[in-house]
């Protein structure tokens, strides 16, 4: 019977523990192992992980410490931040934080960012108006923002702090961001404005900001210490009366026109586009230029071109000696024509508006010992001829 015995016991211990169920007690063993690992590394790491501080509120360089603190990286939130609370130093003592990326007291893991929105404070504007400027700015100075004069003039007179506001640019109780700049109009002195037409521009720049006036103008071309600038016209004019400090006087610049008359057309168009002005001339002419306009030394518009007027063609036929009387022949130029001039009174000139060419003229001294004869066209010595002695002959042929 010990050989039908051992089957019967084998079958017993299949009937306690089939093997299905083995299976699902190994599986169950199994997972609860990985339970317990799950378990001890959600355990350490929540060890680990450290707690977000509350930053909202505090300054940026506590807010920085604090994160350094806590074992984790700063990183500020670029769009939702003004810009000059977070450069490196920040460009303003009066930054907050206003929002952080993770929850204060929550848990995180050592060296995540934390990202930070810095962002100026708001302040209310006071009241400014009946205060000296100093007392002004200091006021200022305790509610973080900033003042300044209404024209930065004022600034270079010298007691301008004991003048009172008069208005201010924004209204007190305003919000607004710390360091916003607010103008003060002041209740500054009436002064006298100085006579700049005619000055160089430069100097009358400065002149007027000696007593505090703002030199107002267009577009200049280059530097207003061009030597070619000078002041054609002020506004509003010294005959208009005294001006408070910090008011503005505009200016109107020109060129001070050159003198041409007498130059050649050429000359002329070249000397006036060297002084920064337009003309409507021929740059190689060689006609005589007899009038402008406007006339030399007039400070005007650069913009509007120089009339010129040029003088007409001459030939001009002239006799000098050192005695005072002479007999002279001439043919007047492009004819044949001779004229005789018996007695003339010397110096002795003849003109003739004309384009043709000079023909020979001659000339006897009646007394003196010398004598010269000149051709010109258009005022350029063409031709010339001496003669010494007693009742000399010249001739310029």
């Known amino acids: 019977m010990t050989v039908n015995e051992e089957p019967k016991s084998q079958s017993v ?34 060890l680990t992980r450290v707690a977000v501080p509350d930053l909202v509120g505090q300054g940026p360089t506590e807010a920085i410490t604090a994160i350094s603190d806590a074992g984790l990286a700063y990183e500020p939130f ?27 007291e929550s848990r995180i893991r050592p060296g995540t960012t934390l990202k930070l929105s810095i962002e100026l404070i708001e302040v209310a504007i006071p009241d400014f108006t009946g205060l000296t400027y100093d007392d002004a700015a200091a006021l200022a100075k305790q509610s973080f923002i900033q003042v300044k004069p ?85 506004s509003p004019a010294p005959s208009e009366g005294k001006r408070p400090v910090g008011s503005t006087v505009t200016l109107d610049w020109g060129y001070k026109v050159p003198k041409v008359v007498g130059l050649t057309e050429g000359e002329a168009v070249r000397t006036l586009e060297e002084a920064g002005y337009s003309v409507d001339g021929y740059e190689y002419g060689s006609k005589l230029v007899s009038k402008q306009n406007p006339a030399a030394g007039t400070i005007a518009d650069n913009s509007k071109p120089i009339e010129l007027a040029l003088a007409p063609p001459t030939v001009v036929y002239e006799v000098v000696s050192d005695g005072s009387r002479a007999t002279i022949t001439w043919i007047a130029p492009g004819t044949y024509n001779i ?35 000149n051709i010109y066209v258009n005022g350029e010595l063409l031709r010339t001829n001496t003669s010494t002695g007693q009742y000399s002959i010249v001739s310029c042929g």
């Open 150 to 234: 209404d024209s930065d003039v004022i600034s270079k007179i010298t007691g301008f702090g004991e003048w009172n506001v008069l208005a201010q640019e924004r209204e007190p109780n305003e919000v607004v961001e710390a360091d916003t700049l607010i103008e003060l109009s002041l209740d500054a002195p009436l002064v006298d404005v100085p006579r700049v037409i005619g000055m160089p521009f430069g100097e009358a720049v400065e002149a007027l900001e000696a007593v505090g006036i703002t030199a107002g103008y267009s577009s200049v071309p280059g530097s207003t210490s061009d030597a070619r600038l000078f002041v054609r016209a002020a």
């Open 78 to 104: 670029e769009a939702a931040s003004d810009a000059v609370c977070t450069t490196d130093p920040p460009l303003s003592d009066h930054c907050e934080v206003t929002g952080q990326s993770a929850a204060p």
């Open 339 to 373: 004229s005789q001039a018996v007695d003339a009174s010397l110096p002795w000139k003849k003109t003739f508006e004309t384009d043709r060419s000079p023909e020979n003229f001659n000339a006897q001294i009646m007394n003196g010992s010398k004598v010269t004869c």
């Open 13 to 46: 211990v299949a009937r306690l523990w089939p093997p299905r169920r083995m299976h699902y007690v190994i599986l169950g063993a199994v997972v609860v192992a990985v339970a317990v690992v799950i378990a001890a590394f959600v355990l350490i790491d929540n």
